[in-house]
């Protein structure tokens, strides 16, 4: 499935996703629904008022963790109002945020959070910091993150740096669901979006031709892809 507009659910068994926007340099927000448990993957701008739309507060609380592929600012730009409406509305349950080693974006954001609020928030956050691939379980769901490679200009605008990044599998009861976040084309994506039941996978680069190590083509997109059972290419530029 190519998308043409937000959002898109897909669901299989007990294990659902719904993605509510994936457009590169604005915003990315997606949740996973395993039974009665929620995560969020890269709560860009935007996810708070769209989770609002259709979630109670208790259902909002239910909402266990955070998986950040990387921390760019389409990635991420949601997790402070998250946790600022969290604190606001007396959340009282622990929240996890599952992070690439190096991601300094998120513990910012986490540590100007703490800096700010402490005194004031009656729930935990709890910072995991991802140093391998081991994989792990978060609430009957087997986790397993892998690297891949995306990279960003550094100042001057033409050389470019490797941004600490991840992709995520998830399975739940049997059912697969590969996330890659932000990637260039790689061998590890590749591997981990085979056979998934559903592959998340970006097509993040216009140029065909332009292979600077930031996102795929959607020629590179699709080969992955349609490795899965089945797929949905996101962050394709508007
Ligand atoms: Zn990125």
New binding site residues.
Partial sequence: MIPTEYPITWKKNNFGIKIYCSIPAIATGIMLTAGDTRFLLDPGDGILRDLNDELSNEQMFNISDLFIT?G?H??VGGVWALLTYFRVMRRSSDLHIHYPEGCVEIESIYNAFKSVYSKSTPYHIVMHTIYDELPFSRKKVKVQPFPVV?REYTADGKTTQL?PSLGYKFNFEGVKICYGG?TAYCDSLAKMAKDSDLAVIEAGEEDEDNHDGMHMTKDEALKIAQSAKEFCLVHVPD
């Fill in positions: 990387h760019h389409d990635h995306h941004v932000d």
